[in-house]
Protein backbone atom coordinates (compact mmCIF):
# COMPACT_ATOMS: atom_id res chain seq x y z
CA UNK A 1 0.00 0.00 0.00
CA UNK A 2 1.55 3.67 -1.00
CA UNK A 3 1.91 5.91 1.42
CA UNK A 4 -0.44 8.32 -0.12
CA UNK A 5 -3.41 6.94 -2.09
CA UNK A 6 -5.78 9.31 -4.01
CA UNK A 7 -8.57 8.00 -5.58
CA UNK A 8 -11.39 9.54 -7.87
CA UNK A 9 -10.76 12.91 -6.25
CA UNK A 10 -13.11 15.76 -7.07
CA UNK A 11 -12.19 19.52 -6.14
CA UNK A 12 -13.26 22.92 -7.58
CA UNK A 13 -13.98 26.31 -5.98
CA UNK A 14 -17.98 27.26 -5.54
CA UNK A 15 -19.71 25.65 -8.32
CA UNK A 16 -16.54 25.78 -10.77
CA UNK A 17 -15.43 22.09 -10.67
CA UNK A 18 -11.61 21.79 -11.60
CA UNK A 19 -11.19 18.32 -10.73
CA UNK A 20 -12.78 15.24 -12.29
CA UNK A 21 -11.37 12.39 -10.53
CA UNK A 22 -8.11 12.04 -9.73
CA UNK A 23 -6.17 8.77 -9.40
CA UNK A 24 -2.33 9.21 -7.81
CA UNK A 25 -0.44 7.37 -5.90
CA UNK A 26 2.96 8.20 -3.42
CA UNK A 27 5.18 5.83 -2.35
CA UNK A 28 7.17 6.34 0.99
CA UNK A 29 9.98 8.73 -0.16
CA UNK A 30 8.70 8.89 -3.34
CA UNK A 31 9.41 11.76 -5.73
CA UNK A 32 6.69 12.51 -7.95
CA UNK A 33 5.78 15.37 -10.39
CA UNK A 34 3.12 16.08 -11.57
CA UNK A 35 3.05 18.15 -14.83
CA UNK A 36 0.31 20.38 -16.07
CA UNK A 37 -0.26 23.41 -18.08
CA UNK A 38 -1.40 26.48 -16.33
CA UNK A 39 -5.22 25.75 -15.40
CA UNK A 40 -5.46 22.48 -15.26
CA UNK A 41 -5.33 21.75 -11.47
CA UNK A 42 -2.34 20.75 -10.51
CA UNK A 43 -2.63 23.73 -7.44
CA UNK A 44 -5.78 22.62 -6.53
CA UNK A 45 -4.70 18.38 -6.30
CA UNK A 46 -2.84 19.70 -3.73
CA UNK A 47 -4.78 22.20 -1.72
CA UNK A 48 -7.84 19.35 -1.84
CA UNK A 49 -5.48 17.06 -0.38
CA UNK A 50 -3.74 19.13 2.75
CA UNK A 51 -7.75 20.17 3.07
CA UNK A 52 -7.61 23.59 2.46
CA UNK A 53 -10.26 23.15 0.39
CA UNK A 54 -13.40 20.59 0.37
CA UNK A 55 -12.25 17.66 -1.56
CA UNK A 56 -14.87 14.80 -2.23
CA UNK A 57 -13.21 11.16 -3.45
CA UNK A 58 -10.83 9.26 -1.57
CA UNK A 59 -7.39 10.24 0.02
CA UNK A 60 -5.70 8.04 2.33
CA UNK A 61 -2.25 8.45 4.00
CA UNK A 62 -0.71 5.72 5.97
CA UNK A 63 -4.31 4.00 5.91
CA UNK A 64 -6.30 6.59 7.26
CA UNK A 65 -8.89 8.87 4.83
CA UNK A 66 -8.27 12.78 4.81
CA UNK A 67 -11.52 13.60 3.17
CA UNK A 68 -12.78 16.08 5.43
CA UNK A 69 -10.14 16.74 8.23
CA UNK A 70 -9.16 20.37 8.85
CA UNK A 71 -5.68 21.28 8.00
CA UNK A 72 -4.12 21.08 10.90
CA UNK A 73 -5.48 17.46 11.70
CA UNK A 74 -3.56 16.78 8.35
CA UNK A 75 -0.49 18.37 9.10
CA UNK A 76 -0.48 16.46 12.64
CA UNK A 77 -0.79 13.24 10.36
CA UNK A 78 2.31 13.92 9.04
CA UNK A 79 1.86 15.83 5.61
CA UNK A 80 3.60 19.51 5.39
CA UNK A 81 2.31 21.51 2.30
CA UNK A 82 4.33 24.47 0.80
CA UNK A 83 1.92 26.83 -1.10
CA UNK A 84 2.51 28.79 -4.09
CA UNK A 85 4.27 31.61 -4.23
CA UNK A 86 6.13 30.27 -0.83
CA UNK A 87 3.42 31.34 1.61
CA UNK A 88 6.03 33.59 3.64
CA UNK A 89 4.83 34.63 7.27
CA UNK A 90 6.04 38.19 6.52
CA UNK A 91 5.49 39.51 9.86
CA UNK A 92 7.42 37.00 11.71
CA UNK A 93 11.18 37.10 11.41
CA UNK A 94 12.97 33.53 9.85
CA UNK A 95 13.59 32.16 13.41
CA UNK A 96 9.73 32.47 13.91
CA UNK A 97 8.56 31.38 10.88
CA UNK A 98 10.72 28.18 11.45
CA UNK A 99 9.18 27.51 15.26
CA UNK A 100 5.99 27.79 14.04
CA UNK A 101 6.64 25.30 11.76
CA UNK A 102 6.87 23.24 14.58
CA UNK A 103 3.79 23.79 15.86
CA UNK A 104 2.12 20.69 15.61
CA UNK A 105 5.16 19.08 17.21
CA UNK A 106 5.05 18.36 21.54
CA UNK A 107 9.00 17.15 21.43
CA UNK A 108 11.95 19.26 22.84
CA UNK A 109 14.15 18.75 19.80
CA UNK A 110 12.66 22.03 18.27
CA UNK A 111 15.70 24.60 18.84
CA UNK A 112 18.14 21.42 17.49
CA UNK A 113 16.01 21.29 14.49
CA UNK A 114 16.14 25.11 14.17
CA UNK A 115 20.01 25.22 14.30
CA UNK A 116 20.01 22.21 11.80
CA UNK A 117 18.18 24.39 9.11
CA UNK A 118 19.95 27.37 9.63
CA UNK A 119 22.85 25.33 8.65
CA UNK A 120 21.71 23.83 6.22
CA UNK A 121 20.54 26.98 4.32
CA UNK A 122 22.87 29.62 5.47
CA UNK A 123 21.09 32.33 4.63
CA UNK A 124 18.48 31.51 6.85
CA UNK A 125 20.95 31.31 9.46
CA UNK A 126 22.49 34.94 8.72
CA UNK A 127 19.34 36.43 8.55
CA UNK A 128 17.33 34.66 11.40
CA UNK A 129 16.03 37.94 13.21
CA UNK A 130 14.85 39.60 9.81
CA UNK A 131 11.16 39.80 9.04
CA UNK A 132 11.22 36.73 6.71
CA UNK A 133 9.11 39.55 3.89
CA UNK A 134 11.89 41.61 3.35
CA UNK A 135 14.23 38.34 2.05
CA UNK A 136 14.86 37.48 -1.61
CA UNK A 137 12.20 35.39 -3.53
CA UNK A 138 14.94 32.32 -2.92
CA UNK A 139 15.35 33.04 0.30
CA UNK A 140 11.84 32.82 1.10
CA UNK A 141 11.39 29.39 -0.56
CA UNK A 142 14.15 28.36 0.97
CA UNK A 143 12.49 28.93 4.71
CA UNK A 144 9.47 27.84 2.82
CA UNK A 145 11.01 24.58 2.56
CA UNK A 146 12.75 24.40 5.69
CA UNK A 147 9.76 25.72 7.66
CA UNK A 148 7.83 22.68 6.09
CA UNK A 149 10.56 20.04 7.07
CA UNK A 150 9.61 21.57 10.64
CA UNK A 151 7.03 19.50 11.49
CA UNK A 152 9.14 16.48 10.18
CA UNK A 153 6.18 15.33 7.47
CA UNK A 154 6.52 12.20 6.00
CA UNK A 155 5.19 13.66 2.77
CA UNK A 156 6.16 17.20 1.57
CA UNK A 157 3.45 18.86 -0.86
CA UNK A 158 5.91 21.39 -3.11
CA UNK A 159 3.59 23.96 -5.28
CA UNK A 160 5.96 25.30 -8.28
CA UNK A 161 8.93 26.40 -5.96
CA UNK A 162 10.69 27.81 -9.21
CA UNK A 163 8.17 30.44 -10.10
CA UNK A 164 9.69 33.79 -9.79
CA UNK A 165 13.05 32.36 -9.20
CA UNK A 166 16.44 32.83 -11.10
CA UNK A 167 17.57 29.73 -13.38
CA UNK A 168 20.37 29.42 -11.15
CA UNK A 169 18.22 29.61 -7.54
CA UNK A 170 15.70 27.22 -8.98
CA UNK A 171 18.60 25.03 -9.37
CA UNK A 172 19.76 25.86 -6.08
CA UNK A 173 16.63 25.22 -4.43
CA UNK A 174 16.39 21.70 -6.09
CA UNK A 175 19.71 20.66 -5.16
CA UNK A 176 19.27 21.25 -2.17
CA UNK A 177 15.87 19.70 -1.74
CA UNK A 178 17.23 16.55 -3.01
CA UNK A 179 19.65 16.31 -0.60
CA UNK A 180 17.72 16.42 2.44
CA UNK A 181 15.16 14.06 1.01
CA UNK A 182 17.43 11.42 0.31
CA UNK A 183 19.34 12.04 4.23
CA UNK A 184 15.25 12.07 5.88
CA UNK A 185 13.70 9.96 3.31
CA UNK A 186 10.37 12.62 3.14
CA UNK A 187 8.28 11.79 0.09
CA UNK A 188 7.46 14.61 -2.19
CA UNK A 189 4.77 15.70 -4.68
CA UNK A 190 5.75 18.09 -6.67
CA UNK A 191 3.72 20.74 -8.92
CA UNK A 192 5.60 22.32 -11.88
CA UNK A 193 5.17 23.74 -14.84
CA UNK A 194 9.29 23.68 -15.28
CA UNK A 195 8.90 20.22 -16.82
CA UNK A 196 12.71 19.29 -17.72
CA UNK A 197 13.70 20.62 -14.19
CA UNK A 198 10.71 18.69 -12.37
CA UNK A 199 11.46 15.09 -14.81
CA UNK A 200 15.16 15.15 -13.07
CA UNK A 201 14.21 15.60 -10.00
CA UNK A 202 10.86 12.97 -10.19
CA UNK A 203 11.32 9.60 -10.08
CA UNK A 204 7.79 9.31 -11.44
CA UNK A 205 5.34 11.90 -13.14
CA UNK A 206 1.68 12.37 -13.78
CA UNK A 207 0.21 14.86 -16.29
CA UNK A 208 -2.53 16.90 -15.52
CA UNK A 209 -4.67 18.38 -18.53
CA UNK A 210 -8.12 19.97 -17.40
CA UNK A 211 -8.57 17.83 -14.22
CA UNK A 212 -7.45 14.57 -15.45
CA UNK A 213 -4.59 12.53 -15.66
CA UNK A 214 -3.75 12.02 -19.45
CA UNK A 215 -0.50 10.07 -18.85
CA UNK A 216 1.61 8.51 -16.22
CA UNK A 217 4.46 6.76 -15.51
CA UNK A 218 8.42 6.59 -15.13
CA UNK A 219 10.09 10.23 -15.31
CA UNK A 220 12.79 8.99 -17.16
CA UNK A 221 10.07 7.23 -20.39
CA UNK A 222 7.44 10.14 -19.98
CA UNK A 223 10.71 12.83 -20.78
CA UNK A 224 10.83 10.79 -24.33
CA UNK A 225 6.98 10.27 -24.88
CA UNK A 226 6.06 12.15 -27.80
CA UNK A 227 2.89 14.12 -26.59
CA UNK A 228 4.36 15.20 -23.36
CA UNK A 229 7.59 16.91 -25.00
CA UNK A 230 4.98 18.49 -27.34
CA UNK A 231 2.88 19.73 -25.10
CA UNK A 232 5.25 20.52 -21.97
CA UNK A 233 8.82 20.23 -22.77
CA UNK A 234 8.53 22.36 -25.43
CA UNK A 235 11.09 20.46 -27.81
CA UNK B 1 0.83 75.23 38.16
CA UNK B 2 -1.59 73.05 40.75
CA UNK B 3 -4.38 73.43 38.29
CA UNK B 4 -2.11 72.52 35.36
CA UNK B 5 -0.96 69.03 37.23
CA UNK B 6 -4.65 68.60 38.48
CA UNK B 7 -6.05 68.69 34.58
CA UNK B 8 -3.19 66.36 33.85
CA UNK B 9 -3.70 63.60 35.73
CA UNK B 10 -7.27 63.54 35.15
CA UNK B 11 -5.85 62.91 31.16
CA UNK B 12 -3.81 60.30 32.37
CA UNK B 13 -6.32 58.50 34.54
CA UNK B 14 -8.79 58.60 31.47
CA UNK B 15 -6.10 57.77 28.53
CA UNK B 16 -5.21 54.77 30.47
CA UNK B 17 -9.28 53.33 30.09
CA UNK B 18 -8.94 54.57 26.26
CA UNK B 19 -5.40 52.61 26.14
CA UNK B 20 -7.31 49.33 27.51
CA UNK B 21 -9.79 49.52 25.27
CA UNK B 22 -7.61 50.32 22.20
CA UNK B 23 -5.52 47.35 23.48
CA UNK B 24 -8.44 44.85 22.47
CA UNK B 25 -8.66 46.81 19.12
CA UNK B 26 -5.24 46.14 18.39
CA UNK B 27 -6.01 42.33 19.70
CA UNK B 28 -9.00 42.21 16.99
CA UNK B 29 -7.09 44.24 14.02
CA UNK B 30 -4.34 41.95 14.33
CA UNK B 31 -5.68 39.05 13.81
CA UNK B 32 -8.87 40.21 11.39
CA UNK B 33 -6.76 43.18 10.02
CA UNK B 34 -10.12 45.40 10.50
CA UNK B 35 -11.43 47.88 13.18
CA UNK B 36 -14.18 46.23 15.54
CA UNK B 37 -17.01 48.64 15.59
CA UNK B 38 -18.51 46.13 18.55
CA UNK B 39 -15.51 46.62 20.97
CA UNK B 40 -17.28 49.32 23.28
CA UNK B 41 -20.27 47.82 22.90
CA UNK B 42 -18.84 44.11 24.23
CA UNK B 43 -17.42 46.15 27.00
CA UNK B 44 -20.46 47.50 28.18
CA UNK B 45 -22.31 44.31 27.90
CA UNK B 46 -19.67 41.93 29.94
CA UNK B 47 -19.59 45.56 32.68
CA UNK B 48 -22.98 44.88 33.11
CA UNK B 49 -22.24 41.29 33.47
CA UNK B 50 -19.81 43.03 36.93
CA UNK B 51 -22.53 44.74 37.92
CA UNK B 52 -25.00 42.04 38.36
CA UNK B 53 -22.18 40.30 39.85
CA UNK B 54 -21.37 42.76 42.45
CA UNK B 55 -25.39 43.09 42.77
CA UNK B 56 -25.94 39.96 44.09
CA UNK B 57 -22.97 40.21 47.21
CA UNK B 58 -19.80 39.17 45.25
CA UNK B 59 -17.28 41.90 46.11
CA UNK B 60 -16.18 43.86 43.36
CA UNK B 61 -12.66 42.72 42.46
CA UNK B 62 -13.95 38.79 41.98
CA UNK B 63 -16.58 40.43 40.27
CA UNK B 64 -14.90 42.09 38.21
CA UNK B 65 -12.74 38.72 37.47
CA UNK B 66 -16.12 37.18 36.84
CA UNK B 67 -17.04 39.94 34.44
CA UNK B 68 -13.34 39.51 32.27
CA UNK B 69 -14.69 35.64 31.93
CA UNK B 70 -18.07 36.62 30.86
CA UNK B 71 -16.38 38.93 28.19
CA UNK B 72 -14.26 36.27 26.91
CA UNK B 73 -17.53 34.34 26.76
CA UNK B 74 -18.78 37.20 24.88
CA UNK B 75 -16.12 37.44 22.85
CA UNK B 76 -15.04 34.21 21.83
CA UNK B 77 -19.23 33.46 21.06
CA UNK B 78 -19.69 36.58 19.10
CA UNK B 79 -17.13 35.38 16.82
CA UNK B 80 -18.17 31.57 16.46
CA UNK B 81 -22.05 33.00 15.43
CA UNK B 82 -22.07 36.15 14.04
CA UNK B 83 -18.18 36.78 12.64
CA UNK B 84 -16.82 33.64 11.45
CA UNK B 85 -19.87 32.32 9.25
CA UNK B 86 -19.36 35.67 7.12
CA UNK B 87 -16.33 34.35 6.02
CA UNK B 88 -12.09 35.14 5.95
CA UNK B 89 -11.99 38.81 6.91
CA UNK B 90 -9.10 39.52 4.48
CA UNK B 91 -11.56 38.28 1.91
CA UNK B 92 -14.66 39.87 2.42
CA UNK B 93 -13.75 43.31 4.75
CA UNK B 94 -16.52 45.30 4.46
CA UNK B 95 -19.05 42.22 4.97
CA UNK B 96 -17.34 41.66 8.63
CA UNK B 97 -17.07 45.57 9.47
CA UNK B 98 -20.66 45.77 8.94
CA UNK B 99 -20.96 42.90 11.09
CA UNK B 100 -19.49 44.49 13.76
CA UNK B 101 -21.56 47.54 13.04
CA UNK B 102 -24.60 45.63 13.61
CA UNK B 103 -23.31 43.79 16.85
CA UNK B 104 -22.92 47.69 17.99
CA UNK B 105 -26.70 48.17 17.86
CA UNK B 106 -27.60 44.35 19.15
CA UNK B 107 -25.46 44.57 22.10
CA UNK B 108 -26.47 47.75 22.69
CA UNK B 109 -30.46 46.73 22.65
CA UNK B 110 -30.00 43.54 24.06
CA UNK B 111 -28.60 45.32 27.01
CA UNK B 112 -31.64 47.74 27.88
CA UNK B 113 -33.81 44.72 27.30
CA UNK B 114 -31.79 42.65 30.06
CA UNK B 115 -30.85 45.55 32.33
CA UNK B 116 -33.26 48.42 31.35
CA UNK B 117 -32.64 52.00 30.21
CA UNK B 118 -31.98 53.40 33.89
CA UNK B 119 -28.46 54.10 34.65
CA UNK B 120 -26.79 52.00 37.49
CA UNK B 121 -24.05 52.53 40.14
CA UNK B 122 -20.49 50.79 39.74
CA UNK B 123 -18.40 52.21 42.34
CA UNK B 124 -14.93 52.41 41.88
CA UNK B 125 -12.91 49.31 41.82
CA UNK B 126 -9.80 51.50 43.86
CA UNK B 127 -11.95 53.24 45.93
CA UNK B 128 -12.81 56.92 46.43
CA UNK B 129 -9.46 57.97 48.24
CA UNK B 130 -7.16 60.37 47.26
CA UNK B 131 -3.64 60.69 47.62
CA UNK B 132 -2.00 64.19 47.45
CA UNK B 133 0.92 64.23 45.15
CA UNK B 134 3.18 68.06 44.82
CA UNK B 135 -0.22 69.64 46.51
CA UNK B 136 -2.48 67.75 43.85
CA UNK B 137 -4.92 65.21 44.91
CA UNK B 138 -5.24 61.87 42.46
CA UNK B 139 -8.05 59.54 43.15
CA UNK B 140 -6.60 55.83 44.05
CA UNK B 141 -9.25 54.89 41.33
CA UNK B 142 -6.68 56.85 38.61
CA UNK B 143 -3.81 55.38 39.97
CA UNK B 144 -5.18 52.20 39.50
CA UNK B 145 -6.36 51.92 36.20
CA UNK B 146 -2.88 53.20 35.27
CA UNK B 147 -1.50 50.32 37.04
CA UNK B 148 -4.21 48.05 35.71
CA UNK B 149 -3.60 48.87 32.19
CA UNK B 150 0.91 48.19 32.84
CA UNK B 151 -0.14 44.81 34.06
CA UNK B 152 -2.83 43.94 30.89
CA UNK B 153 -0.43 45.40 28.35
CA UNK B 154 2.53 43.70 29.96
CA UNK B 155 0.72 40.39 30.09
CA UNK B 156 -0.60 40.93 26.50
CA UNK B 157 3.27 41.96 25.24
CA UNK B 158 4.29 38.77 27.24
CA UNK B 159 2.10 36.26 25.48
CA UNK B 160 2.35 37.62 21.66
CA UNK B 161 6.50 37.56 22.39
CA UNK B 162 7.00 34.96 24.91
CA UNK B 163 4.75 31.88 24.04
CA UNK B 164 4.35 29.78 21.39
CA UNK B 165 0.31 30.71 21.42
CA UNK B 166 1.30 34.23 20.81
CA UNK B 167 3.67 33.29 18.21
CA UNK B 168 0.86 31.08 16.41
CA UNK B 169 -1.98 34.61 16.86
CA UNK B 170 0.90 36.43 15.10
CA UNK B 171 1.27 34.09 12.67
CA UNK B 172 -2.65 34.28 11.88
CA UNK B 173 -2.86 37.86 11.59
CA UNK B 174 0.07 37.71 8.83
CA UNK B 175 -0.94 34.80 7.07
CA UNK B 176 -3.63 32.54 8.03
CA UNK B 177 -2.97 30.62 4.93
CA UNK B 178 0.82 29.64 5.88
CA UNK B 179 -0.37 29.24 9.27
CA UNK B 180 -3.16 26.95 8.66
CA UNK B 181 -0.67 24.91 6.44
CA UNK B 182 1.65 24.32 8.71
CA UNK B 183 -0.68 23.00 11.75
CA UNK B 184 -2.23 25.63 13.34
CA UNK B 185 -6.05 25.70 14.28
CA UNK B 186 -6.62 29.21 12.93
CA UNK B 187 -10.53 29.49 13.77
CA UNK B 188 -9.56 28.69 17.24
CA UNK B 189 -7.33 30.98 17.86
CA UNK B 190 -9.24 33.48 16.03
CA UNK B 191 -11.55 32.52 18.64
CA UNK B 192 -9.63 33.00 21.25
CA UNK B 193 -8.18 36.46 20.14
CA UNK B 194 -12.17 37.79 20.00
CA UNK B 195 -12.40 36.59 23.48
CA UNK B 196 -9.45 38.24 25.21
CA UNK B 197 -10.14 41.80 23.16
CA UNK B 198 -13.87 41.58 24.86
CA UNK B 199 -11.83 40.54 28.19
CA UNK B 200 -9.50 43.12 28.23
CA UNK B 201 -12.76 45.27 27.48
CA UNK B 202 -14.43 44.57 30.30
CA UNK B 203 -11.89 46.02 32.70
CA UNK B 204 -11.89 49.95 30.68
CA UNK B 205 -15.92 49.32 31.63
CA UNK B 206 -15.26 48.90 34.53
CA UNK B 207 -13.17 51.50 35.09
CA UNK B 208 -15.06 53.89 33.26
CA UNK B 209 -18.48 53.61 34.49
CA UNK B 210 -18.37 55.25 37.97
CA UNK B 211 -17.50 58.38 36.72
CA UNK B 212 -20.95 58.02 34.03
CA UNK B 213 -22.87 55.84 35.56
CA UNK B 214 -23.66 52.25 33.72
CA UNK B 215 -25.75 52.55 30.86
CA UNK B 216 -26.17 51.34 27.29
CA UNK B 217 -24.13 53.80 26.01
CA UNK B 218 -21.66 53.57 28.52
CA UNK B 219 -18.44 53.10 26.02
CA UNK B 220 -19.79 54.84 23.31
CA UNK B 221 -17.25 57.91 23.77
CA UNK B 222 -14.64 56.27 24.95
CA UNK B 223 -14.73 54.22 21.52
CA UNK B 224 -14.16 56.56 20.03
CA UNK B 225 -11.07 57.98 21.87
CA UNK B 226 -10.25 54.45 21.67
CA UNK B 227 -10.40 54.49 17.77
CA UNK B 228 -8.06 57.96 17.96
CA UNK B 229 -5.20 56.10 20.17
CA UNK B 230 -5.00 53.43 17.98
CA UNK B 231 -4.79 55.48 14.97
CA UNK B 232 -2.32 57.96 17.03
CA UNK B 233 -0.31 54.85 17.69
CA UNK B 234 -0.96 52.26 15.15
CA UNK B 235 -3.48 49.70 14.47
CA UNK B 236 -1.33 46.72 15.45
CA UNK B 237 0.74 48.09 17.64
CA UNK B 238 0.23 47.30 22.05
CA UNK B 239 2.40 49.85 23.02
CA UNK B 240 1.20 52.14 20.04
CA UNK B 241 -2.24 51.71 22.31
CA UNK B 242 -0.88 52.57 25.59
CA UNK B 243 0.86 55.42 24.66
CA UNK B 244 -1.74 56.82 22.45
CA UNK B 245 -4.07 56.41 24.41
CA UNK B 246 -2.24 58.93 27.18
CA UNK B 247 -1.56 61.36 24.64
CA UNK B 248 -5.51 61.19 23.81
CA UNK B 249 -6.75 61.43 27.09
CA UNK B 250 -4.30 64.01 27.85
CA UNK B 251 -5.20 66.33 24.97
CA UNK B 252 -8.79 65.62 25.69
CA UNK B 253 -8.60 66.98 29.11
CA UNK B 254 -5.69 69.88 28.94
CA UNK B 255 -7.35 71.38 25.30
CA UNK B 256 -10.52 72.04 26.25
CA UNK B 257 -8.84 73.55 29.52
CA UNK B 258 -6.25 76.01 28.33
CA UNK B 259 -6.77 76.67 24.36
CA UNK B 260 -10.01 79.62 23.83
CA UNK B 261 -12.84 77.55 21.81
CA UNK B 262 -12.30 74.17 22.53
CA UNK B 263 -14.06 74.52 26.07
CA UNK B 264 -17.54 73.70 24.11
CA UNK B 265 -16.12 71.02 21.86
CA UNK B 266 -14.24 68.54 24.09
CA UNK B 267 -14.11 65.51 21.36
CA UNK B 268 -12.42 67.60 18.99
CA UNK B 269 -8.83 67.27 20.40
CA UNK B 270 -9.21 63.66 19.61
CA UNK B 271 -10.79 64.33 16.23
CA UNK B 272 -7.93 66.38 15.13
CA UNK B 273 -4.87 64.03 15.93
CA UNK B 274 -6.62 61.53 14.12
CA UNK B 275 -6.76 63.50 11.14
CA UNK B 276 -2.94 64.93 11.65
CA UNK B 277 -2.06 61.68 12.12
CA UNK B 278 -3.77 60.00 8.88
CA UNK B 279 -2.35 62.98 7.03
CA UNK B 280 1.76 63.06 8.00
CA UNK B 281 1.79 59.37 9.31
CA UNK B 282 -0.76 57.29 7.89
CA UNK B 283 0.79 53.48 9.98
CA UNK B 284 0.59 55.60 13.46
CA UNK B 285 3.64 56.42 15.36
CA UNK B 286 4.11 52.10 16.29
CA UNK B 287 2.88 50.60 14.01
CA UNK B 288 4.87 48.91 11.19
CA UNK B 289 4.56 49.70 7.35
CA UNK B 290 3.94 46.63 5.55
CA UNK B 291 6.66 45.18 4.29
CA UNK B 292 6.50 43.09 1.15
CA UNK B 293 8.76 41.56 -1.65
CA UNK B 294 7.24 40.10 -4.47
New interface residues.
Given amino acids: MSLLEVRGLRAGYGIVEVLFGIDLDVDAGELVVVLGANGSGKTTTLRAISGMIAGRGEVTFDGSALIGRRPDQIVGAGIAHVPQGRGTINDLTVLENLRIGAWTRRDGDVDTDIEQWCTTFPRLGERRDQAAGSMSGGEQQMLAIARAFMSRPRLLLLDEPSLGLAPLVTAEVFARLREITTSTGTAVLLVEQNANLALDFAGRAYVLEAGEIVAAGPASQLRHDETVRKAYLGI | MTDFLQVLFVGIGDGAIYAMLGLGLVVIYRSTGLLNFAQGEMAMFSTFVVWTVWDLGVPLPLAVLAGMAGGFAIGALVHQVAVAPVGDPHERPLAVVMVTIGLFVGLNGLAQLIWGTLDRELPPLFGTGQVTIAGVAIGWQKIGAVIVLAVLALGFWLLFQRT?LG??M??V???S??????????PRLLMLGWGLAAAVGTVAGVFTAPGRGLGSNLMQLTLIFGFAAITLGGFDSLLGAVIGGFVVGIASSVVPQYVPGFEKIPLAPAFILILAVLLFRPQGLFG?Q????V
Fill in positions: GLARAASNESASLVGVPVRQVRR
